[in-house]
């Protein structure tokens, strides 16, 4: 793990170091105050030496500020090494998502990319800094103190050797049996929150059946689960403290037991004695450390392995076969004896012997139910998922030689679930081509029927449409969507039902800005409404994944059982937002 | 109405950001959080006891250390030292037990009342009004359950007891020290003075790196949240390089910023630490001056050395407590908000009972009124915000058993008008009465029982496919479920599932179609079977068969009803006894279906397709 995640340290790795270095040279320094102040105690008192005692206390006072030099440096150097590593680790997982194919995409939700990019990541930069600030003290501490107390004395450090062991196997211990609750805790945490948010989104269904009561105790349930795990595990936790106090305490106790005799033998001085407790105290307390930060430890651990997983997914489409300067000649769109499957393991396929052929600057309609494939086919296009047999050509060659670049540059499609992003409309506009002029961008717009509402909105062009586009209908924001892909200029545009909430009238206005605007590029329209695909020169009738016919609206008419229903269906219950 | 709220970018659970707002009513929010942790009076007494007991000790031990030293290790009095050192033994085993016991107690009084806290406060929330989730977002009101309560649970567990004990050791060793050595303690007040100083400007400033890297922190999620959602437009467009060059600025921006904050955030310690460290060495100093020109004894020193070591611990203890102590009494403020908010009015007395094979309404006076069905508005105007009315002065009736469609584009109002019948929202003026009632006048839990709804988005509850239609009548039997599912046309897809009506259902119905969902929503509002019926029909867009099965699923649960359906398509307005055509809240045409074709007004327009309407 920790060697999947190291390389993202690289231009920090010298922070790391020298964080390292200052944080274990505070802990020495710590440890050689006590001593010299035993010097004080023991020489200067004494002797009556009032210079020694003075200059001591300079070398004590200037110890200290090297130390806390030291310390400040440490932090510094962690925060930079902490921020510096979780800034290349959420790049590095960034930006290998952007290379995700869809099916990539879709095998992690949404919602569990953006937490591993934020949460997952800002937890892993935060134990890297807090295990270069407080993880390295300990066993500097604990081995500076070790060799410290047995030059002090030999026979005395035996305590140590009983007191120390007893400890790590209690840390040990603890952890062990923490980290199973702490996980369970999680989980009725989550399964608290779940509830909350169920709640929150289906409120109005809530409210509607009057179901506040039953809900309550829904919520209670997991609350009581959630109290019964918290007061376990944290009431476990708190053993922790006041063990490490009663060995603290014991060793100190048998430190004086044992001590007093060699004092009175002269083989050991009181001040050194007190030093000894200081040493005891010291070396406890990062102990105790130590076991804080091994529970953020086990917690980062999940962090990682969430993280590891994002950037060990393969994108399964890359440009490895394709040649870079390749660009399509034409809009022309072959599917040969297509087969295609989401899940490789599937005994089904979605796609099925697809042998379809399309002229470049055609137009041409598909029509068929849900989980008929009909996006599924789209989508081959641009190669947004890759067939497992057959081949899909545009403009005579396989989609795999060209770019993928340069492929879906050619080749523009309007999504069934459109996304608007956060600025300007002309901010996404140019998302289609980024040197387009504004006239360029206005008969984009006209020619997708949504300059009529752009004009009038208070600031045109520069009006905001604020995150995923909430200030525009649903019906504007399709015609946003159309002229955004408009505006690349595309071979092949492919519209995958993306008039559904546009009035019949504008959507046959829309088709006829294509016809006379875009005569040379290859028209794929997808369609619920058989009235939008009417005047198409090819109309392709999908029935799961086959195709079930192929011509014409008075072929179909004449041949396809499929297609007759449908328009017969729709006749009748002609719908009225379209 | 805003049915499509973002979440925040955080994640529920995740650790999201800390809020260094001050709070605005300290007194008022400390007094209610009191409250709560005041059920448990008397062992928060057995706290405080332990509490000063266990700080006695510890003062108490160290102090020991004297005699220990004068009296027997100097002299070599062993059976002496034995005894002081059994006593000693026993004073450490009591401050382990008793610290055992408050930290054991106060996780049992934290985890207790914030138990209580968050089911007050998903109680309390169940009685909102609609119009408060109208104006606060998803993520904002998750928020008050993971971060707010959280911070609230860490004050109670450590930051409390870190404030009192922190403080009554400072007063302690204080005190010891000055019966030590007042000379002495001259010292320690200046490197008290000088690690105050270091508190205050070091914490200043970091709180406000901290905001900048909190505010970075906001940017860099939400840049994220929104890219990876819009992934797939990303791959369509080629857009990977300028989606990555976006990420960078922000990324850079927020590592800068955190590197600021938690630079000084880390110092504080090494700072505070060594400090006290310098304090040591001045106090060593000043120790052995006196010792040899005033005859300090040794062990004295070495006890108050002790205590110096004590001393700085509880200030830079209680320094972060009152951050801690702060954004928890923000926290709390913020969760008690949410409770103090009026919730929905509901003052009605009349009750939906049984009456034989049907229903009726149940008057305060004992009176039975058959519910019929009979649903009228009288010059109703209502409004979301002060600014703009959107519905003036509707008047409209619904006879028992008759349909009645409402038209127009988005913002007419339609969906308006039916959340005024179940009373989702308060009208301003006007008159809306159910079968002759003021529905005012009626328990909202009757009233809203006595109509079914079908709302335009489908939502799904994590559980099983029998759980989600059954949410529709809690005591449906399994026979009556799959009755439901039948009646809703939704049996046979349920049965093509791989557990059948023991599917699981996670993410909102994730895994099932859009019209999938819809008819599982049919399903669930036929098992309730309620007298009168509001469709909310679902604008996406549905392939024509399964529209057709949510058509026939829709016809049969509205056969016999009162029905008021918010149309968006022509079958199903076609055969409504009355329908009406609303426009910018009021109603411009009423009729039937042919009437209004006659009119050749608004509806001519829209049947023929030459308005738009969403």
């Known amino acids: 793990m920790i060697k999947k995640l190291w390389p993202y340290t690289r231009g920090h790795r010298h922070f790391i170091v020298l964080g390292v270095l200052c944080s274990g040279g505070e802990a020495v320094f710590e440890l050689l105050l006590p001593l010299v102040m035993a010097d004080i105690v023991d020489t200067g008192i004494p002797a009556g030496d009032t210079a020694f005692i003075l200059r001591k206390g300079l070398q004590m006072v200037l110890m200290a500020l090297v130390s806390m030099a030291l310390g400040i440096g440490s932090a510094f150097l962690s925060s930079r090494a902490g921020q510096g590593f979780g800034a290349q680790l959420r790049k590095a997982q960034y930006d290998h998502v952007q290379e995700y194919s869809f099916r990539n995409i879709e095998k992690f939700s949404t919602a569990s990319l953006v937490t591993r990019l934020t949460s997952d990541c800002n937890m892993l930069q935060m134990s890297l800094m807090m295990g270069m600030r407080l993880l390295v003290r300990a066993p500097v501490m604990l081995v500076s103190a070790l060799i410290l107390a047995v030059s002090i004395s030999l026979k005395l450090s035996r305590v140590f050797l009983v007191a120390m062991p007893l400890l790590l196997v209690m840390i040990a211990l603890v952890i062990r049996y923490i980290s199973p609750m702490f996980t369970a805790f999680q989980e009725r945490t989550d399964d608290l929150n779940l509830v909350v948010q169920e709640n929150l989104s289906a409120i109005r269904v809530v409210k509607s059946f009057v179901r506040e009561d039953y809900e309550g105790k829904k919520f209670k349930k997991r609350n009581d689960a959630l109290l019964e795990i918290s007061e376990k595990a944290f009431g476990f936790i708190v053993i922790n403290q006041p063990l490490m106090m009663l060995i603290t305490y014991g060793t100190i106790i048998a430190v004086m037991w044992y001590g007093a005799p060699l004092v009175q033998a002269g083989d050991l001085e009181v001040g050194l004695l007190s030093t000894f407790f200081t040493y005891i105290t010291q070396v406890l307390m990062s102990l105790m450390m130590v076991s804080m930060i091994m529970m953020m430890l086990t917690r980062a651990i999940a962090c990682a392995k969430r993280v590891i997983e994002v950037l060990d997914e393969v994108p399964d489409i890359a440009d490895t076969s394709a040649d870079a300067s390749l660009e399509a000649a034409d809009g022309s769109v072959d599917f040969d004896h297509v087969y295609f499957k989401y899940n490789d393991t599937a005994g089904k396929w979605n796609l099925h012997d697809i042998d379809l052929h399309i002229k470049s600057g055609a137009t041409v309609g598909i029509i068929g139910g849900t989980g008929s494939a009909k996006s599924t086919l789209v989508q081959l296009i641009p190669r947004l998922y890759e067939v497992q047999e057959g081949a899909v050509r545009v403009g005579g060659r396989p989609v795999q030689d060209y770019s993928l670049e340069h492929l879906r540059g050619a080749v523009s499609m309007v999504l069934q679930k459109n996304t608007l992003f956060s600025g300007s409309v002309r901010e996404n506009l140019l998302w289609g081509d980024e040197n387009a002029t504004d006239m360029e961008i206005e008969a984009a717009c006209e020619a997708a029927c949504a300059w009529e509402f752009v004009s009038r909105m208070p600031r045109g062009l520069d009006t905001d449409l604020g995150q995923g586009g909430v200030n525009v209908s649903g019906g504007q924001k399709q015609r946003l969507c159309i002229a955004r892909a408009i505006l690349k200029k595309p071979k092949v545009l492919i519209l995958d039902d993306s008039t559904s909430a546009v009035d019949t009238a504008t959507d046959a206005k829309i088709r006829a800005a294509f016809r006379e605007q875009l005569p040379d590029t290859t028209k794929i329209i997808i369609a619920q409404r058989i009235i939008s695909v009417m005047d198409a020169d090819l109309i392709v009738v999908l029935d799961d994944g086959h195709i079930s016919g192929m011509g014409t609206h008075e072929e179909l008419m004449e041949s396809n059982e499929i297609y007759r229903d449908v328009y017969q269906s729709q006749q009748e219950g002609a719908s009225l937002n379209g | ?614």
């Open chain 2, 1 to 614: 109405m805003a049915e499509k709220r973002k979440n925040g970018p955080h994640g529920p659970g995740g650790p999201g950001p800390r809020d260094f707002r001050k709070p605005k009513n300290a007194g008022r929010t400390i007094s209610t959080l009191l409250g709560y942790v005041g059920k448990s009076k008397w062992l928060l007494g057995v706290v405080a006891v332990c509490l000063v007991l266990n700080v006695g000790c510890s003062i108490g031990g160290s102090y020991m250390l004297r005699p220990l030293i004068n009296d027997c290790i100097i002299p070599g009095d062993y059976p002496r030292l034995a005894r002081m050192l059994a006593v000693l033994a026993g004073i450490y085993v009591c401050a382990a037990l008793l610290s055992y016991t408050y930290a054991r107690i106060m996780v049992h009084v934290s985890q207790r009342t914030t138990h209580a806290i968050r089911q007050d406060l998903f109680a309390k929330m169940q009685r909102l009004p609609l119009s408060y989730f109208d104006t606060h977002t998803h993520g904002e009101l998750m928020s008050r359950y993971t971060n707010d309560i959280e911070t609230i649970t860490e004050i109670l567990n450590n930051g409390m007891i870190s404030l009192i004990s922190g403080g009554l050791t400072f007063i302690g060793v204080v005190a010891m020290m000055l019966y030590l050595s007042p000379a002495l303690f001259l010292v320690s007040v200046f490197s008290m003075g000088l690690m105050m100083v270091v508190v205050m400007t070091v914490g200043r400033r970091s709180r406000r790196y901290f905001s900048a890297q909190q505010r970075d922190l906001g940017v860099i999620n939400g840049y994220i949240e929104e890219m990876i959602e819009g992934q797939k437009v990303i791959k369509v467009f080629t857009h990977e390089r300028a989606a990555k060059a976006g990420f960078d600025v922000r990324n850079e921006a927020y590592r800068r910023s955190a590197v600021n904050a938690q630079s000084f955030a880390g110092a504080m310690m090494p700072a505070m630490g060594n400090l006290s460290h310098i304090n040591y060495a001045l106090t060593c100093c000043a120790g052995a001056l006196l010792s040899i020109a005033m005859g300090l004894d040794l062990g004295s020193l070495v006890v108050y050395l002790q205590y110096t070591r004590q001393f700085s611990q509880p200030i830079s203890q209680m320094s972060q407590q009152v951050n801690n102590l702060l954004a928890a009494i923000a926290g709390a403020e913020r969760v008690f908000e949410v409770m103090e908010t009026a919730p929905e009015i509901d003052e009605g007395r009349v009750t939906l009972v049984r009456d034989g094979s049907g229903w009726a309404w149940k008057k305060p006076d004992g009176a039975l009124v058959p519910l019929r069905g009979d649903v009228r508005f009288q010059d109703v105007v209502f409004r979301y915000v002060p600014e703009k009315a959107v519905l003036q002065g509707i008047s409209l009736y619904a006879k028992p058993g008759q349909k009645i469609a409402f038209v127009g584009s988005t913002g007419a109002g339609k969906t308006t008008i039916t959340n005024l019948i179940n009373r989702f929202y308060e009208i301003e003026s006007g008159l809306i009465t159910y079968d002759g009632i003021d529905v005012r006048d009626i328990r909202k839990e009757s009233l809203r029982r006595s109509l079914g709804i079908v709302l335009q988005d489908t939502h799904l509850f994590t559980g099983t496919v029998a759980d989600n239609i059954r949410y529709g009548r809690l005591d449906a039997t399994d026979e009556e479920v799959r009755a439901a599912a039948k009646l809703a046309n939704a049996d046979t897809f349920i049965s093509h599932l791989p557990n059948g009506y023991d599917t699981w259902l996670t993410d909102d119905g994730g895994s099932l179609s859009q019209g999938e969902r819809q008819l599982l929503a049919i399903a669930r509002a036929a098992v309730a079977d309620p007298p009168v019926l509001i469709l909310d029909e679902a604008t996406s867009s549905i392939d024509t068969r399964t529209e057709k099965l949510i058509e026939r699923g829709m016809d049969r649960l509205m056969a016999g009803r009162t029905v008021f359906v918010i149309a968006h398509r022509l079958s199903t307005v076609r055969n409504a006894k009355a329908i009406m055509v609303l426009e910018q809240g009021e109603i411009i045409e009423r009729g039937d279906h042919q009437e209004l074709i006659d009119q050749q007004g608004k509806y001519y327009q829209l049947y023929t397709g030459q308005a738009e309407l969403s």
